[in-house]
């Protein structure tokens, strides 16, 4: 079975940086799709990016292009998400999960971490 385990959280302010990690154990990273997804207190969890095993393909939510950046290293079993600039409406619960659907939605998605917190002051 396999574990993801998220990292990298913190309190920024507004215009910082925070790179998240995400670690598998249990099985072969690379041999999936992978996503960041956030949770907002009130809102509904959703998508920020996601990579596909091969690389080739890579998609953002609007609202992170030019800021975000989602990158794997197979070799680690890590996928990381860069997150620059950041601003207080980024403020959330992130969360890395596996693609096991053919959509982008959290139906899509399994193997879900506990997340790691994500706090931008203004």
């Known amino acids: 079975q396999v574990h993801l385990e998220e990292s990298g959280g913190g309190l920024v302010q507004s215009g910082g940086s925070l790179r998240l990690s995400c670690a598998a154990s249990?099985?072969?990273?690379?041999?999936?799709?992978v996503g960041w997804f956030r949770e907002a207190p009130g809102k509904q969890r959703e998508g920020v990016a996601c990579?596909?095993?091969?690389?080739?393909?890579?998609y953002y939510i609007d609202s992170v292009k030019g800021r975000f950046t989602i990158s794997r290293d197979n070799a680690k079993n890590m996928v990381y998400l860069q997150m620059d600039n950041l601003e207080p409406d980024d403020t959330a619960v992130y969360y890395c999960?596996?693609?096991?659907?053919?959509?982008?939605?959290?139906?899509?998605?399994?193997?879900w971490g506990q997340g790691t917190q994500v706090t931008v002051s203004s």
């Open positions: 249990g099985w072969n990273l690379g041999e999936w799709d």
């Open positions: 999960a596996l693609q096991s659907g053919v959509g982008l939605g959290v139906a899509d998605f399994t193997s």
């Open positions: 990579i596909e095993n091969n690389d080739n393909e890579i």
